[in-house]
């Protein structure tokens, strides 16, 4: 049993830590903190937990924090990095939910995110927290850089290909849809639900915060700088992320299927199909699967790649957990095995 | 460890079903039957239990269902009075979700389902598998009739103004709202999404087969027969089941919230919140939870109840569980603390 | 030809009237004022206006409005009231959709509204601006208070049983449900995507301010005050309003729907369906259509009249545009005789 | 004032249809056919329509169909094909919404469809009813192959960068996404709201029947085969398609908002937004309009462009309304001028 905290517990991601990590059996949750909630019971802002959650926020300042083997930070990009430190000196492990720890070179990170770094010298060691990547890093890490929603499933899409070297790394394509609950749970009239319902839209296309994210993975993978267009949407539905992924490949004799099911073969989280079948978002409403589908089109040189995840688990606070589990040799998939909502 | 077959496994009780017994650690799922997909693997049709679940559907009337300790019916109305008595013959529990055992006057149940019950004699042995009114007699029972969704909550919802006498009882009123789950999984133009969504409206009436099913509990426990006027609608979501109740007081000095919390405090599904909140149903989505406020709106003689369930859950396959617990001395909560997704 | 104006275009009642008056052959939209917005191009805000509505807000303090020949006020409560009379002064027509002029009682609207009224001496002047009650007051009015968005649905169903004196006075119930547009395009987290959308709930049940407006107005027909229990609920779905009427007959012989035909024979923008029939919102989206059935559930004596209607067509905006057309001598139903959107 | 028929006319298009040609000041409807609710008011089928068509759907193969000046087919694939001959004889335009006169090679149509054509011999005389590209062989048409709702926004998007010769026309990339109405009025499990709702999935990948429909007038455009891969997902909306478009930019230079603007400049129905615009499909939902806007993402070699129309109306009935404008002389904008409902 470990003492677990979380920093900023009001938004989407932070409710969705709370309810992985209440039934987590391995897991006390000891404190969750808010700036602006502090004092009211937690299950009086998110009713879902009441009766299974007796604690109130906390400020985000308190010792409690302190004292936890592990902290989860659910804040908007910048907070985190303020925080680093001083948990690590207080030998807390630290797993950012946030975009603070994901970017390797400040100066990029600056550009993209409009601040500078608090703690550039923490960067180096925070690993990135994609188990099907980095497993081994993150078993021995005490900093996690969780990864980006959108991250998660292009980058989980495209790595077997570059891995391998099968397609031209300058031209990718990724065509990728999310629920709104990415947006958060900040009042803002561009998620409203009369704003939002019965539309469907792209956002960001000029650049999102997620590309050099996801360009940064990609490009390690490959050896070379990879070539990426990221065009996000926004879906009328609350969770799940779907990602089409475009590339051309350098040899079409490849049996792209297979080659997916052998490397996401051991991975408890990661479920490829059969080509004919095409993934639903709804498939993993809830949990923390991801699914992929492989197609090549009239047989031609174009692989398709589809993908889909929930946003707030694998895309957050699931994957937020499966790090945590590397990180404190439990199983993988402890408190992770909830199936999705279906329907 | 018991083991359990479900009759009927296509349809959205059937697959919630499967959800909740995949989980269940006291239980092994042998057999799931569907005549019109029998040989199919059951992740093919419900791709969320891919990776959890290794069966394919067999035909009903394979004799490995006779050999589960439990059967659930997750059929229309009308297949599981034809399998009962076998059933209770080869000592396996019967579980029912269809509305076949729940009706005890059989002339009542042909005016509202439309055909002679098969087994009238084994109605008497049915229990009303609703454990916070009926916790004794499904302990001890082979046959148990789980109620229907709308029936759940409403009885629920009343149970204390009338044990209580609280009400006048010939005038009560349910204006119940549901998701489009509700309707089923068969292909129908009325429950297309592009007819039911963005929209909402009144069905049935003029009479809705909840209606006897809710008269009668509620009678049983008034002691006398109700006027109930009970008009049911149609939520554009998926699950949850919303019931605002009326009732004209004759003593306006009850504290309703404290009657009510007094009522269900021993009762782990049964959360009976202040009278300020107000129970949405995204609250319990996935969950087995009920919610309840109370509410004397102005002071007046009108007490207006409002009460949410996730009508797949304890309108359905989440209570068939919770009679299973009881029946088979499980923890009456093993397999059902999965918490509401939210958001 | 007349000119008119909207003081507070940038809600959702604002871009309503937008969307009617830019194809109201009689009438020509001359400013539009935005006090945060002023400066912009109405159709930067409302691209559905791009390439038919050349007009950018103004300052609402700008002398465009008083020029006017109609000005409709699409503000929140307690603006339009510090408005009134200086257009009344300057011979301008001006019909309000907010609250400021509903409420015959200075007093009472201070209680629901929170405020002191700017202008109580001009609210004898105020015409409620439901023509199906009030036509003639209407065509000779200057200053018109257009009615809410509940109480035009909730009046308008209970109007032909208090006209005929059929019903208990004492114990009306409206289980009333709108969309999500209802609650405004201001930045809120309760009425976000990820807080509305899958889940259905009751608020305002202890007293929501369309209470007041509905039972002066339904007292007014009766003769005598009336009681009534209003629970409205929020409805996933962007537009459209169902109202669930219930009271209790002390006549059962009278045929319901006769007399909801008979009584809303004349009138362009209320169908009276058969008893059979189920209204459903979307058969009225973005039409300025009243939908009512009239049901009288096994044969009881609990009168069920369900009506529904479009919350910011009839309820709001095309009800101000029916207003209009009655007050400057059009036809009624100019501009209004768009179809709802089906599906 | 010209006749209009329908010809089957129970199916979203078909009901489309009914909204617009209802609203048309030129067009007597007199005419509207289904085989399976011959016999029934069109407006029991479509309650909101009541009170403004007073028709009952007739049998197919009735009279009145041939003395109509204009007859739409909203049949499903293969019946229009069956009805053109004789329509033609009796000197009727007929304007086809199926797709059986918008393949030019019937070898092709056969392979897609899965049947032979019925009068391969009068595909030739089927003009492509897509205004933009198409205008003058409309106007003097008498058979107009109404283009696919996929096609129309794909085509449209992609016109201006092949005309011009500015991207490769190997790798052409279409990932479209639309609302679940355009999957039809029939019953399925697969469009059940409860399927569909809160969840996004892509379908088709290895082939849609609308890819060689958009193939065969891109190439016509490019003058020689393009290359496209063709991507269509679901949304959980009702109405709208939006498609992004990637292509490959042999001239980086150009400026592409200018070169839309310019393309389009006279196209009462293309809007041409500037590229920090966001198309969304609320935006022409229930109007004519398509939305359009152009991206170089980062400044590199890969054009997106995003097309968003209603597919019911440009992508359906509205587009072939503006076609019979055409083809009778009547300002092509008529009856097309409703605004789209927002929100």
Redesign the interface.
């Known amino acids: 049993m470990i003492r677990a905290g979380i920093i900023g517990g009001t938004g989407?991601t932070g409710?969705e830590l709370l309810?992985l990590l209440?039934?987590h059996p391995e897991v006390e949750l000891v404190a969750i903190s808010s700036r602006t909630e502090k004092g009211k019971a937690v299950s009086d802002i998110?009713?879902?937990?009441?009766?299974?959650l007796d604690l109130s926020f906390c400020d985000p300042e308190e010792s409690a924090l302190d004292q936890c083997d592990v902290v989860f930070a659910a804040t908007p990009n910048g907070v985190a990095m303020t925080h680093a430190q001083s948990l690590l000196d207080s030998d807390t492990c630290f797993i950012d939910l946030s975009a603070d720890f994901r970017i390797k070179d400040p100066e990029i990170w600056r550009e993209w995110y409009g601040m500078d770094h608090a703690c550039p010298e923490l960067i180096g060691q925070a690993v990135y927290g994609l188990p099907e990547i980095n497993r081994e890093q993150i078993v021995g890490a005490k900093l996690v850089a969780n990864p980006g929603c959108y991250p998660t499933a292009v980058t989980l899409g495209f790595t077997p290909l570059l891995e391998n070297n099968l397609v031209e790394k300058s031209?990718l394509?990724a065509?990728a849809?999310s629920?709104?609950?990415g947006?958060g749970?900040?009042?803002?009239?561009g998620?409203?639900?009369?704003?939002?319902?019965?539309?469907?839209?792209?956002?960001g296309?000029?650049?999102h915060r997620h590309l050099p994210e996801i360009r940064q993975t990609l490009s390690e993978t490959a050896g070379a700088t990879v070539?990426l267009?990221?065009?996000p949407?926004l879906?009328?539905?609350?969770?799940?992320i779907?990602a089409?992924l475009?590339a051309?490949l350098t040899d079409t004799t490849i049996d792209l299927t297979a080659l997916y099911q052998e490397r996401f073969k051991s991975e408890p989280f990661v479920?490829v199909?059969s080509?004919?079948?095409?993934?639903?978002?709804?498939?993993?409403?809830?949990?923390n699967q991801v699914?992929i589908?492989c197609?090549r089109?009239?047989g031609?040189d174009?692989a398709?790649i589809?993908v889909?995840e929930d946003n707030l688990v694998k895309g957050a606070a699931g994957q937020a957990v499966q790090n945590m589990n590397l990180m404190f040799g439990f199983n993988e998939t402890t408190g992770l095995?909830?199936?999705?909502?279906?329907?």
């Open positions: 989407y409710v309810r209440v039934g998110f009713p879902s937990l009441r009766g299974r031209s394509i065509d849809k629920g709104v609950s947006a749970r900040g009042a803002a009239v998620t409203l639900m009369a704003e939002t319902a019965d539309s469907f839209k792209a956002y296309v000029n650049g070539g267009t990221f065009v949407h879906v009328p539905m609350i969770r799940g779907e089409t475009y051309r479920d199909m080509s004919g079948s095409l993934p639903e978002t709804r498939s993993v409403r809830g949990s699914r589908s197609f089109p009239q031609g174009i398709v589809i889909v095995m909830n199936l999705a909502l279906w329907p």
